[in-house]
């Protein structure tokens, strides 16, 4: 049987795809380039990698308020996460996601895990999210 | 769990006070699940950072609220824009991003937002009370209006700021809870360290160790001298907000939720407890700077603008050292602050002695320094935080005093070392 996690959904919606989760918490502002969705601060473990295409799991949001102005540029663009899983809640993102629904019909659910589920779902090369939050890994 | 509605805010929800309440209360009852909210309550103002560009989301966003009639319900305050709109020729990016800039601020005064272009929203006259709900954006906005005024905000930002101000109710969440805003961690200063805070930026080096230390605990301080100015502690929560997030602290004995330290900590519990001392603030101090002592190219003031009062230092101390500016020296303040040292007749003073003030924006937000990436010498631990990252820059700190004297000598003078 595939592995099965319950997530608490904060932005409802349904994505599929290959996991990036991230070693250390990331502010989007100034951390991701808004056009190319490169991970680009200088000291993340993660620099280099794209957001684009990617279920992007984040143990902790760090930084800026105006990340809610990133994640929706990036959504924009075309080059911003499938989906977010968050091992706390934040509401930066998911206004950043809500918006970018509402301008762009561009979807980008946030899932919340605990703090075991998320250590799991970190681990997982990619994952199924079911718009009632179940999340399906491999 | 469900959000409970009143009648009006469940009619706004479903479009039956237009396009632009719905679209606002879309997003807050958005936010109210993603905090965990069982309600919505009412603010009487907010202030709104959304105004700086980030991108072309920026303007789809505010057009979207515009093309919708949206109108905000409260008074709602700006925060800075990505130029000077009163000195436009300071900018020195492109075209097309200036032209961007104020086609947003256009769309944020078009919702009825007041043209205040400032972060230091709490220096005007009319300002929130203890114990009033607003709706606040900008971090260093919020840690002073939460610690100083007294005023409850949780940390809004881009598009829930202004959500908040059109939807005129926020959700029950963060620091609109008392209970939220006890301190959960008290941090001591030692007792012969607090007479040596004597400049803004002796306090945001504090400040940057507070907020290493808060965890998402709100702090309260123990030991600042009780004649702390509203300059100083603008310095430690914008320092405490950039290195920890911090929204809210409390300094014992002097700000308002705070008379002694019983009626600032959860009661029933002991906090965990911090001791402050001259080698941890210099550790800080020492840590800021991203260049050696040496030659400078500029001076940079005001992150969060300059006050009248923090103007009225500067030339006391610009008249009492000897020499002329060499270097380029730029303040940042608002236009309210500006006009007000302009009614005083200072800022001719300030304009012959080589000082360039800088509104509606600030120098770590907007290309305005002739470079960016050269040494500049700051009394601000938020400039010296964020600008290395945002410019480039290559920072030097040092208290308002060592930045006169190093902008009159060309090099970093250390005058109280």
Not at chain 1, 80 to 88: R, Y
Not at chain 1, 108 to 115: R, Y
Not at chain 2, 80 to 101: I, K, M
Not at chain 2, 328 to 340: D, I, K, N
Request: with cysteine; aromatic share 6%; charged share 20%.
């Amino acid at each position: 049987m595939r592995p099965r996690l319950a997530a608490t959904p904060l932005v409802p919606g349904c994505a599929a795809g290959p996991v990036l989760a991230l070693a250390e918490p990331l502010s989007l502002w100034g951390g991701v380039d808004p056009a190319s969705g490169l991970i680009v601060e200088p000291r993340h473990p993660d620099r280099g990698r794209s957001v684009a295409g990617h279920i992007l799991a984040m143990p902790a949001v760090r930084g800026s308020s105006s990340s809610s102005s990133v994640l929706a540029e990036l959504l924009r663009g075309g080059v911003g996460p499938l989906a977010i899983v968050l091992g706390e809640p934040d509401e930066i993102l998911v206004v950043g996601a809500i918006v970018a629904r509402e301008l762009y019909g561009a979807d980008c659910p946030v899932m919340l895990l605990g703090f075991d589920d998320y250590a799991q779902a970190a681990g997982y090369a990619s994952m199924t999210i079911e718009a009632d939050g179940t999340i399906f890994g491999a | 769990g469900e959000i409970d509605l009143t009648d009006e805010q469940a009619d706004g929800l479903s479009g039956g006070r237009g396009f632009g309440v719905q679209h606002a209360m879309r997003i807050i009852v958005a936010l109210a699940r993603a905090s965990g909210a069982d309600r919505l309550i009412a603010v009487t103002r907010a202030h709104v950072d959304g105004v700086l560009y980030h991108g072309q989301a920026s303007l789809d966003f505010v057009e979207w609220l515009t093309m919708a009639e949206a109108r905000v319900a409260v008074p709602t305050t700006l925060n800075v824009a990505s130029l000077d709109l009163l000195h436009p020729w300071l900018f020195r990016g492109n075209q097309a991003s200036a032209t961007a800039g104020r086609r947003l601020v256009d769309g944020y005064l078009e919702l009825g937002c007041l043209p205040t272009m400032t972060c230091a929203p709490y220096q005007a006259q009319d300002r929130p009370g203890l114990g009033e709900d607003v709706a606040w954006a900008e971090s260093n906005a919020i840690v002073f209006a939460n610690s100083v005024l007294g005023a409850r905000t949780a940390r809004y930002g881009d598009f829930s700021d202004i959500a908040a101000a059109i939807a005129g109710c926020v959700p029950y969440a963060g620091l609109h809870r008392p209970e939220a805003r006890l301190a959960g961690l008290i941090v001591e200063l030692d007792p012969d360290t607090a007479p040596s805070l004597t400049d803004e930026s002796d306090f945001g080096a504090l400040g940057l160790v507070v907020g290493e230390f808060a965890a998402g605990r709100v702090p309260a301080i123990v030991g600042l001298p009780p004649d702390s100015t509203e300059d100083a502690l603008k310095a430690l929560g914008a320092a405490a907000a950039s290195s920890g997030s911090v929204a809210m602290f409390h300094a014992v004995g002097i700000t308002p939720e705070a008379p002694d330290l019983a009626a600032a900590v959860v009661r029933g519990r002991a906090p965990a407890c911090v001791r402050v001392d001259a080698a941890m603030l210099r550790r800080a101090l020492t840590s800021l700077a991203t260049a050696p002592d040496g030659p400078i190219d500029a001076v940079s003031l005001g992150t969060p603008h300059f006050s009248v009062r923090e103007f009225e230092r500067l030339r006391a101390v610009l008249a009492g050292t000897p020499g002329s500016i060499r270097v380029e020296f730029w303040v940042s303040t608002s236009r309210a602050v500006l006009a007000e040292i302009t009614g005083l007749g200072w800022l001719d003073d300030l304009a012959g002695a080589g000082v360039t003030v800088v509104t509606d924006t600030c120098t770590y937000v907007s290309r305005i320094l002739r470079d960016p990436g050269g040494i500049t010498m700051t009394n601000s631990a938020k400039w010296a935080f964020y600008a290395p990252a945002n410019l480039d820059a290559r920072v030097v700190y040092g208290s308002l005093r060592d930045c006169v004297e190093s902008a009159k000598a060309g090099r970093v003078v250390r005058t109280s070392a």
